[in-house]
């Protein structure tokens, strides 16, 4: 024991503190800002020439890291944002913490084509617009994550088919086999309603196995997803066309409820002299003979489709960018894109325009066709155009394009692709002659359920809102499944 200078007793090794000096102020350490985490891609000119996936997917450390950017909102705005409602929070919080496997459980509890979503939707306009962390800086890659979630279950082989109420007795036809389709019967097939989905095409997934290519969505992926649906007891018909084989009148003889999602399969053309000239095609058509005919894997599927040369692409939409990227991965010499507004009016995704020029697609924006000039043997040798202005906004509130007089020009090409929008697949409201149908042909259905005005008849997705977001579709599909549940058990309609 010690004395100090003041009389104080300490023990030898014990420091002596001032209780009259002032502590300093404590600070908490400062957060490190994450940077949104970017996703890995193919290199644009390797990528340009072939049909693998442009975007590679997170590693799980990525995953994590870009998780761990979420702060947990108390009133998660995202969640607003999405129209099938998933837990957004919940399931990023779980990424967070390593937990991938519940993580990819509470996920689907919503939406049962993870994988299909995180790469294909508009995110962007939807949850990731509502993020908090986007108002100063970049949101949350929510996509990305579940896109992570999804791929990581198939790849490690844990993939969970979810279960089945005991059976009702009730039988639901579920036609058409695109998002709105696939996420009806699933729901349907949960309340242990016996399913069956009829598909027009010679394999399932409509829009999503015909419209979007390989290097977008790999049908492999659409399959797996499809599979799910096999293993839950749904039996799904390829080849069979209803209102052909079977009406929904005579459908409705032998089911309880029918849900009708046959999408927006009918071409719009812009009706400009020279459009009937070989080398003239519809996206539909171009894409569905590349992406479910195999075009793109020649020689061993010798599909006939236009390759090489000069192509032409009209149209602004996601679509027209499948179709200019798809021109260059079949061979073209060049590929233009030509749009009639600006780039900032343009509807396709931001992420799609930028892989597009990356890859060398060229665009010609402000720039409308007028004529098809064709060589005599009746192909195509030519598009003359004109060169647009914007003038006051239309009553969608875009600037409506003006044509500049004396502008024409023509560019040299052998091939057109036209990818200006689709409409309503006309067959089920041509055969079904007292359902309701809207100014443009689709089928009119109650928002809130998808009830149309037939008894036990039901609607959604393309087919009702007209070319929309495979999430939107979903969420469609997941409405009238509650609404189709409802009915078989009261009899109400």
Known sequence: MQDDSAGRKFERGEIEVDSTEKKAPETKPKKVKIPRQPMPEQDPKKRSREFTEVALGYSADMAVLEASRCIQCKKPLCVSGCPVGIDIPGFIRLISEKDFRSAVRLLKQMNILPAICGRVCPQETQCEAKCILGKKGEPVAIGRLERFLADWERESDQVDVPKVAPPTGKKVAIVGSGPAGLTAAVDCARMGHEVEVFEALHKPGGVLIYGIPEFRLPNTIVEAEVNILKKMGVKIHCNYVVGRIETIDEMLERFDAIFVGTGAGLPVFMHIPGENLIGVYSANEYLTRSNLMHAYDFPSYDTPLARGGVVATIGGGNVAMDSARTALRLGAERSLLIYRRGREEMPARHEEIEHAEAEGVELFLLTSPTRVLGNDKGRVKALECVKMELGEPDAGGRRRPVVIEGSEHTYDVNTI?????????????????????????????????????KRGVFAGGDIVLGAATVILAMGAGQTAAKAIDEYLKTGIW
């Open 417 to 453: 692709v036209v990818a200006i929008g689709n409409g309503p697949n006309p067959l089920i409201p041509q055969t079904t002659p007292d359902i309701q149908i809207k100014r443009w042909g689709n089928i009119e259905a109650n928002e809130a359920t998808g009830k149309t005005n």
